[in-house]
């Protein structure tokens, strides 16, 4: 194999951590601005110009700050479980297409590190790893609010995992591939998003859960178990738990642009092919005010009725969508007649004010007391 090659996935590589890095970075000081303006405050604005180096400051403190590790943990698992639990946010994004390629001193580059065939069972293998960092963590502090975290974190990503399987499912379906490059390219004419909305509304409250953000943010519930998973944890180490959360939410809001808003696609991309990340960079903005947004206006949720959502009302729609979506492909292949593909949006919006429908009468029920 020509050695260039290897160093081209090297600097690739390089480029795409320090993007994330960057990004985990800036996205703090974006939500923290953007949660002021929601709660009409100023947010920071001191380190630099409109607080733009503010990031940079709070990674000064975390670097510098000390570290204490008490003295009853088991140090070796207390050590590894923050590594465990951000490097999998990193190596997600290997297989992301971020473009189609250009040509560098007559080299041609693509776009990405990796083109897998199975990229989306590449992400989704990888996206469960990361749960075990956040469980051994809470197992290694020798702490019952951190166990509880670790062990709510579980139980947590159990519960929303299938619904976000078969989420996937249908991208799937909808793609006729599991090659995220291909799921893209066949999202040139109309986005998935149109097609199967009910879908990716499955998938984004599912990797809300995943990622263990509000409302669903439980295993950290600061009223219930101080800090929850990393209550034991301070200085560079919290630092890591910190950064794959952040990391986490750029790499599933990327990986959701790619599944049902048309990833890099947008116009001039295919004569301008540098523009594709410009266009994936807007998408991930929008997704990730989206998580910003939920996170300002919605309360946390009861941990019995997080649970209970995620089994009985996601669990079953997403199986409802995911046959829907089935059925309407295989009518529309075998009639050849493409009306019977509107009716997926139609029939998954139908199944979405059901599920709806249930949960107003479940809460109907409670509020009266009729337990």
């Known amino acids: 194999m020509d050695w260039t090659i290897w160093l081209e996935w090297i600097l690739k590589g390089f480029v795409l951590c ?43 403190k975390l670097i510098f700050k000390e570290e204490l590790t008490p003295g009853k943990v088991y140090k070796a698992v207390f050590i590894l479980a923050p590594v465990l639990t951000v490097v999998p946010s990193l190596i997600l994004a ?8 250009f040509n560098l001193f007559g080299r041609e580059i ?33 702490n019952k609010y951190a166990m509880l975290g670790g062990m709510r974190s579980s139980a947590q990503m159990i519960s929303y995992e299938l619904a976000l399987g078969m ?15 291909e799921i893209v390219n066949e999202q040139r004419g109309l986005w998935f998003v149109v097609i199967q909305p009910v879908g990716a509304l499955i998938f984004w409250i599912a990797t809300l859960a ?24 301070s200085g560079m180490k919290f630092a890591l738990f910190f950064m794959a959360e952040y990391q986490k939410m750029i790499v599933i809001s990327m990986i959701m642009a790619t599944l049902f808003f048309g990833g890099y696609l947008g116009p001039g991309v295919d004569k301008y092919p540098l523009l594709g990340p410009l266009y994936l960079f807007a998408k991930v903005i929008v997704l990730l005010f989206l998580m910003i947004w939920v996170r300002a206006t ?31 492909i295989l009518l529309a292949d075998l009639y050849k007649n493409a009306a019977y593909i509107w009716s997926i949006p139609i029939l998954s919006i139908i199944s979405l004010l059901v599920a709806i429908a249930f949960i107003y009468k479940d809460l109907r029920r409670k509020s009266h007391g009729r337990f």
């Open 167 to 181: 989420s996937f499912v249908t991208a799937i379906m909808l793609g006729n591939s599991m090659n995220l490059t």
């Open 298 to 328: 919605w309360p946390r949720i009861r941990y019995d009725r997080l649970m209970a959502f995620g089994w009985k009302i996601l669990l079953p729609l997403s199986l409802a969508v995911a046959f829907i979506t089935a059925s309407g």
């Open 210 to 233: 995943e990622v263990n953000r509000a409302p669903f943010d439980m295993p950290e519930a600061e009223q219930e178990l101080t800090a929850g998973y990393h209550v034991e944890y």
């Open 94 to 101: 290997a297989v992301i297409p971020l473009g189609t390629h």
């Open 110 to 142: 693509n776009l990405y590190i990796a083109n897998v065939n199975v990229g989306v069972l590449y992400i989704m293998s990888i996206a469960s790893i990361a749960v075990y960092g956040i469980v051994l963590a809470g197992w290694s502090s020798n």
């Open 18 to 60: 320090l993007i994330l890095l960057t990004g985990f970075a800036y996205l703090t000081l974006y939500e923290r601005r953007a949660l002021a303006r929601m709660q009409v405050r100023v947010g920071p604005n001191r380190a630099g110009p409109q607080g733009l180096l503010q990031p940079i400051a709070d990674a000064v």
